[in-house]
């Protein structure tokens, strides 16, 4: 058949490709798409590496979630959106990240990055300006509004002190 030389070219890059790293179905049909594999082969080569048990969405979105979550702590928000890049569908990422915020809520991951960001500053030097650059940083993580703003609040109000002691 003439496909098969072809289509055992497409497995070994998709070998390759999930050694390097895990990838969801659709990232990895893409990346064999750009090397210019044809739908059917993609389709054959996604169908056996799901088979064999080298692509799981499913798994693929918990550990993308929880390398976003607990090491990069980052928002609800920013994790579906960068879920939804990689193929996975915003019920599996909610599902996902709904397991992963068990370990650190979205709240505690947002009072660690503003802890982090405030070491050695005081009150004083939390000017209008850099309470902005903070917000639209802590926005562009994928926190919500309104828990930025409650935070920012108590922050002020506890006067920036650093309270490991929690």
């Not at 918990?62 to 609800?76: C, I, M, P, S």
């Not at 405030?118 to 209008?128: C, I, L, M, Q």
Request: charged letters at 40%; one cysteine or more; aromatic letters at 4%.
């Amino acid at each position: 058949m003439q496909d098969d030389p072809l289509r055992e070219k497409a497995e070994k890059k998709a070998f390759r490709l999930l050694t390097l790293r895990a990838h969801s179905e659709k990232e990895l049909a893409a990346k064999l798409d750009e090397r210019g594999f044809s739908e059917g082969v993609i389709a054959g080569v996604v169908q056996k590496c799901r088979e064999l048990g080298y692509l799981n969405d499913r798994e693929f979105a918990r550990q993308r979630a929880r390398e976003l979550a607990v090491n990069r702590l980052l928002g609800d928000r920013r994790i579906v959106l960068d879920l939804r890049e990689k193929g996975i569908p915003e019920s599996l990422s909610r599902q996902a990240i709904g397991e992963v915020r068990a370990e650190i809520g979205e709240e505690k991951a947002l009072e660690i990055v503003l802890r982090k960001r405030r070491r050695g500053t005081t009150p004083d030097a939390k000017d209008e300006q850099e309470k902005a650059r903070l917000m639209r940083s802590l926005l562009g993580k994928g926190f919500p509004t309104g828990l930025i703003f409650r935070k920012l609040q108590k922050a002020e109000e506890e006067g920036f002190h650093d309270d490991d002691g929690e």
